[in-house]
């Protein structure tokens, strides 16, 4: 499963997506009619966008088509609703959720994922849908009106609304990041907080934006970007970049540049303890922690749609070319003549273009399967240590299904670490390291295996 997640991050760290690729299908809508941003799920890819229908207006249209294929499920258009745009959408939990906009009065939609049937339907005030997809959130769905209309949460299941949060509370951004129960909005240069069950303002701080009194910016930025392992955000407004430890609430660094597209600036990416942003068409990776450039490539036009990544891989497009990058090098490992907003799951590239089309790449077919070759491992997977009780050393054996960081770590009865055998990138398989225990105090420890959201323990016993 793949859409913008709660953290805006752009990074599929369970997908194994890997290069080349070629075109696996492609379909054309309607061109002139640009594709907002697609949700991936299983084998369903949602879509919106405007297109014709068969009472010759252009309307808002969803579809949902079969992701391996393009063959069509279904799609509703909102003709009958005299509706003007419509948002990026949504999924979570069988339901779909999108905006549609008319006027300065607008509607927030649910609907069955499956079938597209209108699950419920409300009003809201919102300045245009130009935004993010609306954000799902622990049984609540979060919305977006805009500059001066704030943020609203509903009920997934009434769609009964919970919380306005509105201009006086400070609110009016393009979105929102939710993280523990925490929302965080940025727009001109003010990053705030929001307990996401109550509604009440937490804190709020100002970027080194606002002290630059010869910028003459104006307008809003991108969505907050949240580092959890770090406890990082990122704002990007227009010519600047910012990092604020959410634990001290101070900046760590900041970096100006010419980061703003089409009136808003494309999301950075993080990749390890390198968050990644376009600067005017150069893409450079800088260190989390410190700011400090790692890399940078040039592509070939200015990157204007929000980055992507997987398994090791950074995608950045224009309107028209793709660049993959590899993250730990910095070099550029594959293009293609397409660009859009980007989704990557299913080990695929999925690219929506301006001009109404979505292509999907995928890695070209092999020639032959070899039945001695071991079959990768579906999930992740931690087992019993060998031999076990153990004097003083033993092994311990994972499975990764995904190429990514993976930490294994002995704790002890009190619950303190007390060793790290592993903290690092590991590729798919099977995998086996090594712990001596020797030092320890006999008895019963646990081994802890960590890799995303995945955490999995044994329990060891030594003996001395």
Same mark, same amino acid.
């Given at each position: 499963?793949?859409?913008?997640?709660?953290?805006?991050?752009?990074?599929?760290?369970?997908?194994?997506?890997?290069?080349?690729?070629?075109?696996?299908?492609?379909?054309?809508?309607?061109?002139?009619?640009?594709?907002?941003?697609?949700?991936?799920?299983?084998?369903?890819?949602?879509?919106?966008?405007?297109?014709?229908?068969?009472?010759?207006?252009?309307?808002?249209?969803?579809?949902?088509?079969?992701?391996?294929?393009?063959?069509?499920?279904?799609?509703?258009?909102?003709?009958?609703?005299?509706?003007?745009?419509?948002?990026?959408?949504?999924?979570?939990?069988?339901?779909?959720?999108?905006?549609?906009?008319?006027?300065?009065?607008?509607?927030?939609?649910?609907?069955?994922?499956?079938?597209?049937?209108?699950?419920?339907?409300?009003?809201?005030?919102?300045?245009?849908?130009?935004? +993010?997809?609306?954000?799902?959130?622990?049984?609540?769905?979060?919305?977006?009106?805009?500059?001066?209309?704030?943020?609203?949460?509903?009920?997934?299941?009434?769609?009964?609304?919970?919380?306005?949060?509105?201009?006086?509370?400070?609110?009016?951004?393009?979105?929102?990041?939710?993280?523990?129960?925490?929302?965080?909005?940025?727009?001109?240069?003010?990053?705030?907080?929001?307990?996401?069950?109550?509604?009440?303002?937490?804190?709020?701080?100002?970027?080194?934006?606002?002290?630059?009194?010869?910028?003459?910016?104006?307008?809003?930025?991108?969505?907050?970007?949240?580092?959890?392992?770090?406890?990082?955000?990122?704002?990007?407004?227009?010519?600047? +970049?910012?990092?604020?430890?959410?634990?001290?609430?101070? +900046?760590?660094?900041?970096?100006?540049?010419?980061?703003?597209?089409?009136?808003?600036?494309?999301?950075?990416?993080?990749?390890?303890?390198?968050?990644?942003?376009?600067?005017?068409?150069?893409?450079?990776?800088?260190?989390?922690?410190?700011?400090?450039?790692?890399?940078?490539?040039?592509?070939?036009?200015?990157?204007?749609?929000?980055?992507?990544?997987?398994?090791?891989?950074?995608? %950045?497009?224009?309107?028209?070319?793709?660049?993959?990058?590899?993250?730990?090098?910095?070099?550029?490992?594959?293009?293609?003549?397409?660009?859009?907003?980007?989704?990557?799951?299913?080990?695929?590239?999925?690219?929506?273009?301006?001009?109404?089309?979505?292509?999907?790449?995928?890695?070209?077919?092999?020639?032959?399967?070899?039945?001695?070759?071991?079959?990768?491992?579906?999930?992740?997977?931690?087992?019993?240590?060998?031999?076990?009780?153990?004097?003083?050393?033993?092994?311990?054996?994972?499975?990764?299904?995904?190429?990514?960081?993976?930490?294994?770590?002995?704790?002890?009865?009190?619950?303190?670490?007390?060793?790290?055998?592993?903290?690092?990138?590991?590729?798919?398989?099977?995998?086996?390291?090594?712990?001596?225990?020797?030092?320890?105090?006999?008895?019963?420890?646990?081994?802890?295996?960590? %890799?995303?959201?995945?955490?999995?323990?044994?329990?060891?016993?030594?003996?001395?």
């Amino acid at each position: 499963m793949f859409q913008y997640n709660l953290l805006h991050t752009g990074y599929n760290d369970r997908d194994s997506i890997t290069v080349p690729l070629e075109v696996r299908w492609h379909i054309r809508y309607q061109l002139g009619f640009p594709l907002d941003q697609l949700s991936v799920v299983g084998n369903r890819l949602y879509m919106t966008s405007e297109e014709t229908h068969p009472y010759q207006e252009p309307d808002p249209v969803v579809r949902c088509v079969d992701a391996t294929t393009g063959r069509g499920i279904w799609h509703r258009y909102w003709q009958a609703y005299e509706c003007d745009e419509i948002s990026g959408i949504a999924y979570d939990n069988g339901r779909v959720y999108f905006e549609v906009f008319y006027g300065n009065l607008s509607t927030f939609w649910t609907c069955n994922a499956e079938s597209g049937e209108p699950l419920w339907v409300d009003l809201f005030p919102m300045q245009f849908a130009d935004y +993010f997809s609306p954000v799902p959130y622990k049984g609540r769905v979060l919305g977006f009106g805009g500059y001066y209309c704030g943020v609203f949460s509903w009920d997934v299941a009434t769609g009964r609304k919970q919380h306005y949060f509105g201009l006086s509370q400070g609110i009016d951004e393009f979105t929102v990041a939710v993280h523990q129960d925490t929302i965080y909005s940025f727009v001109a240069g003010l990053i705030r907080a929001h307990d996401v069950n109550t509604g009440e303002k937490l804190w709020s701080v100002s970027t080194l934006i606002l002290k630059d009194a010869e910028s003459g910016l104006s307008g809003m930025g991108t969505a907050p970007v949240i580092d959890t392992v770090r406890h990082i955000l990122y704002a990007v407004w227009q010519g600047h +970049f910012d990092a604020l430890d959410l634990t001290t609430r101070t +900046f760590l660094w900041h970096r100006p540049g010419k980061y703003n597209s089409l009136d808003r600036a494309v999301n950075p990416t993080i990749y390890e303890d390198k968050v990644i942003i376009s600067d005017s068409g150069i893409v450079k990776a800088y260190n989390c922690y410190s700011g400090e450039e790692q890399w940078r490539v040039a592509c070939d036009s200015a990157v204007t749609y929000h980055m992507a990544g997987a398994n090791g891989l950074i995608f %950045a497009s224009s309107d028209g070319k793709t660049t993959a990058i590899d993250a730990e090098r910095g070099e550029i490992v594959w293009e293609c003549d397409v660009g859009g907003n980007l989704s990557i799951a299913n080990n695929c590239l999925y690219i929506a273009t301006i001009d109404g089309e979505v292509y999907v790449y995928g890695s070209p077919p092999t020639d032959f399967e070899d039945p001695d070759e071991p079959a990768l491992p579906e999930g992740y997977a931690l087992f019993q240590n060998q031999p076990n009780p153990f004097n003083p050393s033993t092994e311990i054996s994972f499975s990764v299904p995904v190429s990514g960081r993976v930490r294994i770590e002995i704790v002890n009865s009190l619950g303190q670490v007390v060793a790290m055998v592993a903290d690092r990138r590991f590729s798919v398989g099977t995998h086996m390291v090594n712990w001596d225990g020797s030092g320890c105090a006999s008895g019963v420890y646990l081994c802890r295996m960590t %890799a995303g959201t995945f955490i999995e323990t044994k329990k060891m016993v030594l003996v001395m």
